[in-house]
């Protein structure tokens, strides 16, 4: 689920201050302590390899987050993509794979331990 900044419903505007909110954004409540992560990928990148060997060959991990700049491509397990591109903010499910098209700086919150496990799985692959 990915929504651009300007179609985030307007909860409070006056001069000098816009607030937005969207409800219902994702679910949180099982997951422990979150991380706050600030990922820079280069276009042409693409996890799917590294993914290999988890669960559905995807990863695990929920993540909430913004895009900076640049262009990414998210695959779910039931074959659905949906690109995220600069303004957008994001929850994406566990279940899924990232493809970068553009350059791409983004923001995200994910719960620690899990997206932890994808990251040492990863370094794994990775041979470091």
């Known amino acids: 689920m990915r929504i651009p900044k300007n179609d ?3 909860a409070l505007d006056v001069p000098g201050a816009v607030a937005r909110q969207l409800g219902d954004f994702g679910d949180a409540s099982k ?10 990928l280069g276009a042409g990148t693409d996890i ?11 990863c695990q991990s929920p993540h ?27 929850y994406w499910p566990a279940g899924h794979s990232v493809r970068v098209i553009d350059d791409a700086e983004l923001v ?3 719960p620690e331990v899990e997206h932890a496990a994808v990251f040492d799985h990863m370094k794994v692959k990775l041979g470091v």
């Open 31 to 40: 997951h422990g302590p979150l991380a706050a992560e600030y990922l820079s």
């Open 48 to 58: 799917a390899p590294l993914l290999q060997g988890l669960e559905d060959d995807a």
């Open 108 to 110: 995200l919150f994910s």
């Open 8 to 10: 985030i419903p307007t």
């Open 64 to 90: 909430w987050g913004y895009v900076i700049s640049g262009l990414v491509v998210v695959t779910y397990t039931d074959g659905t993509t949906e690109s995220c591109t600069t303004n957008d903010l994001f």
